[in-house]
């Protein structure tokens, strides 16, 4: 698939804001950036989860290879709000929320706004299937000198490049909300 | 899209051992429970980040709403192996893992083979774009009395119907290593 021109526009910000590999990879076109794997990779990223028992008796663990992400899971906080675990939803959301969040600092760092706040809020909807069938992401911006049009573009340039929305995709409906404050 | 007949029987399998809206969504059809949002919701989750100052002098949080995930992230955490944070492909991983091994255990029980313990690994590859370009998960699991192509089967059916696997769809590729231990 050819990228689209906003998605070039979207690979030259980036060129100057997140790190390359050497040579940089987005020199050579996103084909080759997804071919060869070696050269490209930037970071490598090992979490692991246990299980034990049936789905609904049982329980189970999610861990970073980080000593930050450590929660336990159940049957009962993934589908019935039992707030004595996490569970992938939850981690899904925080990983956009914070995904998304940087890349637009990125992206309106870029554009001569350097952000002194980001503040996103995820919500992921589990549902029949299961799949998580919509993520809604409200933004809130302190971005000093910032014109809205101007910040309304990197927002929506984050929405379809940051690297979790685009692993996303195949998510239904993905909505993001921003306004300055 | 219509389902294929393989879809249809993790549908099947799901019916038996995940918790049903009322009436149940999947006897509606997948493009019902698709469309009818509200009525097929089975699951809300919730999560935040916060991201402070520019792409690289900058730092952030991420946090779920329950009690067990809070980590900060930096750009050295994400892009340079610092350990002093986590970062949202490390999130990613352990939903995936997470989501995986919890969905193996359903398909398992409902096969009549109820597992003992189930431990999965996500190694998440971030690259050129960025992109997060591949997700290998690998897993060990205790399931007594098992023959090798029924677990097959079912490693083969949660890697294709897991939520967070259906989401992560288009993460170009995804791989499932799995064996009896």
Partial sequence: MEPSRSETD???ALAESFPASDPPSWTLGEEHAIRDTRGATMAIAKAEATWTGTLKEGAGTM???SRFLEGPYTYRS???GDGGGTNPEELIG???AGCFSMFLAAQLTTAGFPPARIHTTATVHL???PTIA???LVTEADVPGIDDQTFQEKVEASKRGCP???ALAAVPSITVSARRV
Avoid: M, P, T
């Fill in 78 to 80: 993934r589908f019935e």
């Fill in 127 to 129: 549902e029949a299937g």
């Fill in 94 to 96: 925080a990983a956009h």
């Fill in 63 to 65: 861990k970073g290879s």
């Fill in 134 to 136: 919509r993520i809604e």
């Fill in 164 to 166: 979790v929305s685009k």
């Fill in 10 to 12: 979207i690979d030259e």
